[in-house]
């Protein structure tokens, strides 16, 4: 099945500072979104981007599926951003189902 | 717009119990509903998926089962837990097409012991 690696695994941050996050994905995909699982459990939907660029307030993301990596950028870090993020893709031909990748645990610190 | 409800929130139950967690959509219709499972400090493994009413894939051999009696509402069931039934479950849904957005409900912690 389709490999989904995330990096980096944990990352620190000061509040106010910038992050970028990867995803790389073996395979070809249909779908590509990117999670925020707050302290709480929720599941919070931050993109469906399987290709090109989205920008949600401090936060955007990049895929470039040609080269099977996806890009979620964080800028001026909030404690509230703390959690863990996940990459989850639909490999082509799998019929809407996600492979989620291990995820980033972030955590911001005042 | 569409909301998904997932009940109940927490769970605690004995080994050998059985289990019964529910899952509602509103605000679509013939959606498809999925059932994930979060272990402790891991990601979310796909349990169950359902395209229709009676339609279920499952995706893992578990001691686990799940049912859609009606169009928005999916079930997770056990007839008897184990320890290793722990974890968080979360219901998701999309829209029937290709590359659709996955949504999710607020999780239901279990704890087996």
């Known amino acids: 099945g389709i490999q989904v690696e995330q990096s980096p695994p944990d990352l620190i941050l000061q509040e106010g500072a910038n992050s970028t996050l990867r995803c790389n994905f073996s395979?070809?995909?249909?779908?590509l979104q990117w999670f925020h699982q707050n302290p709480w459990g929720q599941l919070i939907n931050l993109f469906y981007?399987?290709?090109g660029t989205k920008q949600n307030g401090r936060l955007s993301a990049t895929t470039v599926a040609t080269e099977r990596y996806s890009l979620l950028y964080i800028s001026s870090s909030q404690t509230t951003d703390s959690g863990v993020y996940f990459c989850?893709?639909?490999?082509?031909?799998?019929?809407?189902?996600?492979?989620f990748g291990t995820g980033t645990r972030l955590q911001v610190t005042l | 717009s569409q909301t998904i409800h997932q009940w109940p929130a927490t769970l605690v139950q004995p080994v050998g119990s059985p289990l019964s967690l529910e899952c509602t959509v509103e605000?679509?219709?013939?959606?498809?509903l999925y059932w994930y499972r979060q272990a402790a400090g891991r990601g979310l493994q796909l349990l169950f998926y359902?395209?229709?009413?009676?339609?279920i894939s499952s995706e893992v051999p578990q001691n686990l089962s799940a049912s859609r009696p009606q169009d928005r509402q999916f079930i997770l069931s056990s007839k008897k837990l184990l320890l290793s039934d722990s974890g968080f479950y979360l219901c998701?849904?999309?829209?029937?097409?290709?590359?659709?957005?996955?949504?999710f409900g607020d999780g239901t912690r279990l704890s087996i012991l």
């Open positions: 998701a849904w999309s829209r029937g097409q290709v590359g659709a957005p996955q949504h």
């Open positions: 605000g679509t219709s013939n959606p498809n």
């Open positions: 989850a893709v639909e490999p082509t031909g799998t019929a809407s189902k996600l492979t």
């Open positions: 359902s395209v229709g009413i009676g339609q």
């Open positions: 395979d070809s995909v249909n779908n």
């Open positions: 981007i399987p290709s």
